[in-house]
């Protein structure tokens, strides 16, 4: 038999990079139907915690209110009754999850709400 070589994963000195940097951080997601208290509780845990709220009703109404194209489609959507696809609140929270200035953690309020 030959030496024993170890055959590392390409991949994983990435994701030992990507753990030592989310060490010590905490994420929450807070799930449930419309009126059950995420709005409420939400900013007290933030409080409590330190942590980044990131909340997808927040993140809709500014798209909203600030006229983007992405606001004027969600708009149309949220008149119908409809619900605002993944795809267009992961576009709106990209900013907020990779913010480097959030350094303990997230607290997502009301995402994901499908299961996809």
């Not at 149309?76 to 480097?100: F, R, Y």
Request: some cysteine; hydrophobic content about 35%.
């Amino acid at each position: 038999m030959g030496p024993c070589v170890s055959k590392a994963n390409p991949g994983d000195a990435a994701k030992s990079a990507l753990k030592k940097k989310n060490e010590g951080k905490i994420n929450i997601i807070l799930l449930g139907p419309p009126s059950c208290g995420k709005g409420t509780q939400g900013p007290r845990i933030k409080d409590k915690m330190g942590i980044k709220h990131i909340s997808s009703g927040d993140l809709l109404r500014a798209a909203v209110k600030s006229g983007s194209a992405i606001g004027v489609e969600a708009d149309t959507l949220m008149k119908k009754g409809e619900l605002v696809p993944d795809s267009m609140i992961i576009k709106l929270m990209q900013a907020e999850i990779v913010n480097p200035t959030n350094t303990k953690g997230l607290l997502f309020d009301g995402f994901p709400r499908t299961i996809e």
